[in-house]
């Protein structure tokens, strides 16, 4: 067999070198630099408010950018560090530390690869939409409140990391409100707003921190009175070399620890890419490898952690910004991480003059964008299951943590969806007269009635077999015990699987009906279902010309059941 066939990852950069052009690369170009100086900011304000520097946050950007476009499978996805993050690894650097963040994530990126090579891309996608709109609208709102301490200037430091006691420090501190630090932030929020108003194409956040970082270095600098708080006064000088690659301690105890962590970053890595891709996907017509894309985000993420950077996956607002600018091929995002290398290379020390509340304005911006409010007015109008869902692991992001909230909304979806299931799962029972076309789209016009003997039961399990409806199947077998049949039909045509459970419990079925005298006939088997119950066991307990795979084989056979049976009976009396 080959390499191919097992593992399904095709880069799509190879295939889109094949018929590459002069001016597709033009246009490849022109849209990496304009995506890298979008990023730019975006890269520095994520590092900052995940609890790292703004040179992880660029070597985050540069190093996982370029490896998201070299290895991933949609063609304009950019990767880097992203808002969706900055919850879960500041909670992991305020618990573990940097090196325990790095064993986090080089743990997610081995999952990520692990998703992909067993083929679990499409099935990522069908996560429940409440979910992603719960925790995506909790993130937002946590992001918000980590930014209150730099747009407002409190000065505050070793702020709580848990939601209320942060907001029970900021309202016992907001006496201490920094005006110059507030009107900075304000000027920046304006600024970002406003940019892109007047062109689409101008960075609202680049633009703001060029000019108001301009601003207050002038005013600071003619005016003696006006200090607002920099990058450099909290981080200090920024170093412009490439961290050397390091490695970490990996043991058991270690990975158990951090184990939890690490699948919430890779759920979340792979929510997000794969999101962001089918939003790409919509707009340029492509069609995105889903599992290319895991093993793509995962090598990104076993690699930055020996750089010191922090988890990286497929960003929507820079994947957008790529496709309006031209970008078409992954070029583009490998110029993207040039462009942000030759930023840190030549340019970081001005990145010391960047006030720190007109990040905290960036990523209110930022904020305000991720809470999609107008989606969640609309999940309000559906089911109110789904509305539950959305909103217990809004709560559970806010009040706890990220982990916490992904694993018990998808416990909530799972429980959901099979009660749904299994409601909206019919058991009908027949007797005497049944049309074979009954149920399918034949039953309009063209009727087949099969005689049931007396002393024959029909039951028809309309869905699959599993744990949820064999319960309810079996309880059915119970209250209509009294009837006491000679022989049940089990017509299975609409049956598409069967689980442990369900044969466990028609195995139980088939016993004490057995012992009663009752005969078990299956009907409509379906090839996969047959093997399973062969696999069972359950062609021996009932012999193998009882799983028939038509209706009129199965009547056929309980009929002459019964008149055998009948005949026996008469003959001893």
Known sequence: MKFSETIDFRPKLFGSLRNYSMSRLKDDIIAGIVVGIVALPLAIAFGIASGV??????????????????????????????GAFIV?????????????LAIATFMAGVILVLMGVFRLGTVIKFIPYPIVIG?????????????????????????????????????????????????????SLLIIIVAPRISKKLPGALISIILVTAATWLLSHFTGGFHVETIGDRFGTMATDIPTPHGFDLNMATINMLLPSAFTIAVLCAIESLLSATVADGVTGSHTNSNTELIGQGIANIAVPFFGGIPVTGAIARTMTNISNGGRTP?????????????FLFLMPLINYVPMACLGAVLMVVAYNMSGWRTIVGVFKAPKSDVSVMIVTFLLTVIFDLTIAIEIGLLLAVVLFLRRVTENTEIKVYSEKLDVAEGTDLSQDHHELLDVAKGVSVYEIDG????????????????TIGTKPIVRIIRMRKVSFIDATGLHNLEILINSSHKEGIHIVLSGVKPNVRESLENAGIDRLIGADHICDHITKAVKTANNLVAQLTTAKTAIV
């Open 53 to 82: 520097s703004p040179t992880i946050g660029l070597i985050t950007a540069i190093i996982g950018g370029f490896l998201v476009s070299f290895f991933g499978g949609n063609s304009v996805q950019i990767g880097g560090p992203t």
């Open 88 to 100: 879960i690894v500041y909670n992991i650097i305020a618990q573990f530390g940097l090196h325990g």
């Open 135 to 187: 925790f995506t609208a909790g993130i937002a709102l946590t992001i918000f409140s980590t930014q209150i301490n730099d747009f407002f200037g409190l000065g505050l430091r070793d702020i709580p990391g848990q939601f209320i006691p942060k907001w029970i420090v900021y309202i016992k501190n907001f006496a201490n409100i920094s005006w110059m630090t507030l009107a900075t932030g304000l000027v």
């Open 464 to 479: 699959p077999f599993f744990f949820g409806v064999a319960t309810k199947f079996d309880e059915l077998m119970r209250s």
């Open 331 to 343: 070029v583009a995002g490998i110029v993207h991480a040039f462009v942000l290398l030759l930023i």
